[in-house]
């Protein structure tokens, strides 16, 4: 490490101004650090001294090796994004199913019954009763029932 590296590292730790994860790591590389200086510590006294795991302290390790300071301090930011399930129109043709009075023989709309009907009326080619929980519950419906809670 260079001592320009282990001067930026000391910076964080004394300023304080950083997320917990970002000085612990920043501890973890200054303690790790075996160059001219630096207390070269092994992974088991840094993960006492630190009260941590020494998994956590080999992957730091690894992440600066690997990917350099920034990388073994900072997060990865999330690389995958969630696409919704259901645009704007199938979520009201959901809603307006689920606010629909049952099908003959059941009392109320199942989550099951509802995501089978969206696909006999193919509104969507599959989909789950689990997607269709969360749908209903962000828009508090209440299949069938009655009262609102």
Do not use: Y
């Amino acid at each position: 490490m260079g001592s320009d590296q282990r001067g930026r590292l000391t910076r964080m730790v004394r300023s304080g101004k950083h997320p917990t994860h970002v000085l612990t790591h920043a501890r973890i590389l200054l303690k790790a650090d075996a160059s001219n200086g630096g207390p070269g510590w092994d992974d088991g006294a840094i993960a006492a001294a630190l009260d941590g795991g020494t998994r956590t302290v080999a992957r730091v390790r690894k992440k600066f090796v690997e990917g350099g300071l920034d990388a073994a301090v900072q997060r990865k930011k999330p690389t995958g994004r969630r696409h919704r399930k259901l645009d704007g129109e199938q979520e009201a043709r959901l809603i307006a199913l689920a606010c629909s009075p049952a099908p003959e023989g059941h009392g109320r709309w199942t989550l099951k019954l509802l995501a089978d009907r969206l696909v006999e009326l193919e509104v969507v080619e599959a989909i789950s009763d689990e997607t269709v929980r969360r749908t209903l519950k962000k828009t508090n419906s209440s299949r069938g029932s009655s009262s609102s809670g």
